[in-house]
């Protein structure tokens, strides 16, 4: 039951003469369509030229293109968990998973292919990571030639770590090395440790 | 040489020299122009730059449309009636175009090596009753839309193409009377003498009637489908409307037509109503002597400047209009014309035959100081009208809501507490 105190009553508003004769409201109106239109500042300042200009972005929450983040070693990250596949609302991430050569772990992706153009960029696999292994990054001006050459694979999202981690370093200390190959051990993990490598 | 004279100086092959200036102009030059400038005032109004990547300033937009256009693919669906599928854009295209015909561009021509006395008319075809033409092809405009909007057997294109017949129908009324307003001052179906009397005189007809000239106006914007007239292709509702299922070079030949259609009836408006080709009003420039003025080539050619000018300030109109009203409601659009634009349309009517047996006729030799009475009783009685238009609005007093009567009050509680026991 709709309570009474929700009921919103919307009066339609009483036109008056001018406004029933549209022609005085047409012009009122089209003064402002002039005003806009030879606003020359305006336009000027609210413009990006976009390939010559580009936005300043807040690169630490833009959701642009994925990476898969590296440890300190080099190697990936992933752990070939399956919970961004899974988180991915767009069903556009596909993992092979193999057995890893590492000790340090289990499994590693074989092969690790992201769409890019099925992608929407909502950020789920990133949260969804349990290592911080794929990451979104400020980077957008992606093209490519054909749909194939958009479906990013594993080689690809790691060199676009290489290239973005200057911008947007990697969030967390990875977790996955308790370590064992010399590197950092648990107790390094949480989010607010220092890094010491 | 010889030849090329005689030829210039005959009025058939003068003819097709000014079928292919009026083609060249509206086709080559209007359109490009109008789509242009679409885009590029489009972006200002709203606060934008516009095209401004293909050439200096984005002049060659236009030119890269055009390519795109034709390197799309052209896709004719399956469920299609294809002869009038094919068929429809190029209707709509032609008719928007033949228009032209009787427009009088500049006046006529002496050249030096014709006869005495002798003239060319830069005209296509010079018709006793080129209103009546205008009027005929710019009914048939809705033609295109219609068959092509039935053809592609689609229910959103079929609403567009009802809605642009109703619209029309409605639409020629107040057209047409006001149109018949012009026709009564100067007692002529002919576009070129209703032009000579308005150089003339310099008394161009909208200082007479300037309602009419409002009500042609808006009736040519709802002619050409424009917004805020745009239902037939309003696409909140209508997907695409009539033209949803075309595609590359056909939907092309529809936009064309619809931008040529608007350039087509604003140089009706302008012959009608602002005077053709004359530069200036209140002064007089025409006479029946043979001056350079009145009959030379190179006059011929400033004035075809004057009223491409005239041209182009209407389509910029035409844009500005576009963003600055928005499109009517069915409902309210059917109102606009048979409740108001038909009933003052009829007021000018009875007002121009009360001139004329008043004897407040306008006589084109005695310039526009002779005719000052003339041009006072008609402003007075538009004002009457106005005013009777105001004071008829301000007497009705039932809300333009548009709502069904059988639907509950707006703001009756118990409707409303009987409607929130079906919500539940
Ligand atoms: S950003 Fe969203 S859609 Fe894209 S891969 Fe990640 S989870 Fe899937
Ligand atoms: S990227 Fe993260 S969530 Fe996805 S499989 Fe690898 S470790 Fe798991």
């Known amino acids: ?197 | 040489m010889e030849l090329i004279q005689n030829l210039l100086a005959n009025q058939l092959f003068f003819s097709v020299i000014m079928m292919a200036v009026g083609l060249g102009v509206i086709a080559g030059v209007s359109a490009p122009f109008a789509i242009l400038f679409e885009r590029k005032l489009s972006g200002w109004i709203q606060d934008r730059i516009g095209p401004n990547r293909v050439g200096p300033w984005g002049v060659l937009q236009p030119v890269a449309d055009g390519v795109k256009f034709l390197m799309k693919e052209d896709i004719t669906p399956a469920h299609v009636d294809k002869p009038v599928f094919i068929m429809a854009p190029f209707i709509s295209m032609i008719v928007a175009l033949i228009g032209f015909a009787v427009i009088p561009w500049a006046g006529e021509i002496h050249f030096p090596w014709m006869d005495e006395g002798a003239t060319v008319r830069t005209q296509v075809a010079n018709l006793n009753v080129g209103v009546l033409y205008m009027l005929s092809v710019a009914s048939l405009g809705v033609y295109g839309v219609v068959l092509g909007a039935w053809a592609s057997n689609n229910k959103y294109a079929f609403y567009g193409g009802i809605r642009a017949t109703a619209q029309m129908i409605s639409y020629e009324v107040p057209l047409g009377l006001g149109v018949l307003v012009v026709i009564l001052i100067g007692g002529t179906l002919e576009l070129d003498k209703i032009v000579y009397a308005q150089a003339q005189s310099g008394v161009w007809n909208i200082f007479l009637h300037p309602v009419a000239f409002v009500l042609v106006l808006t009736a040519a914007f709802a002619e050409t489908n424009r917004t805020p007239f745009d239902l037939a292709e309003a696409e909140q509702e209508l997907v695409g409307g009539y033209h949803t299922e075309y595609s590359a070079m056909k939907f092309a030949a529809f936009f064309l037509a619809e931008y040529s259609h608007m350039a087509t009836n604003s140089a009706l408006v302008i012959v009608l109503f602002l005077g053709g080709w004359a530069p200036l009003p209140f002064l007089s420039f025409w006479s029946p002597e043979h001056t350079w003025w009145n009959v030379g080539w190179l006059a011929a050619l400033i004035k075809f400047g004057c009223f491409f000018g005239k041209i182009a300030a209407f389509l910029v109109f035409y844009i500005v209009i576009r963003w600055t009203v928005p499109r009517f409601r069915f409902d309210q659009l059917m109102r606009l014309a048979w409740k108001g634009m038909v009933p003052l349309a009829i007021g000018a009517l009875v007002l121009q035959v009360l001139m004329t047996a008043l004897g407040f006729i306008i006589r084109p030799e005695r310039g526009f100081a002779g005719n000052l009475p003339t041009v006072l009783f008609a402003l007075a009685g538009n004002a009457v009208l106005i005013g009777l238009a105001m004071f008829v609005t301000a007497r009705s007093t039932r809300e333009v809501t548009g709502r069904q009567d059988n639907l509950p009050a707006v703001g009756n509680r118990n409707a409303n507490a009987k409607l929130s026991g079906i919500i539940q």
């Open chain 1, 1 to 197: 039951m709709i309570r009474d105190e929700d009921i919103m009553m919307v009066a339609p508003p009483t036109l008056t003469t001018s406004d029933k004769l549209y022609l005085p409201q047409v012009i009122a109106g089209m003064r402002t369509t002039l005003r806009h239109m030879f606003s020359v500042a305006k336009r000027a300042e609210t413009t990006v030229q976009y390939p010559e200009q580009k936005r300043k972005l807040r690169v630490e929450n833009y959701r642009g293109v994925h990476r898969l983040n590296k440890d300190p070693d080099g190697r990936v990250a992933c752990v070939a968990c399956f919970m961004c596949s899974t988180a991915c609302p767009a069903h556009c991430i596909h993992i092979e998973a193999g057995e890893s050569p590492w000790p340090d772990r289990e499994k590693y992706p074989v092969k690790f292919d992201i769409d890019e153009l099925r992608c929407i960029y909502c950020g789920m696999c990133e949260e969804a990571c349990p290592c911080d292994a794929i990451e979104l990054t400020p980077h957008y001006d992606l093209v490519g030639k054909s749909r194939q050459e958009m479906v990013f694979d594993k080689e690809k999202l790691l060199r676009i770590f290489d290239e973005t981690k200057d911008v947007k370093p990697r969030k967390n200390p990875p977790v996955t090395d308790y370590g064992l190959t010399g590197g950092q051990d648990k107790a390094v993990a949480r989010p607010t440790a220092e890094r010491k490598v």
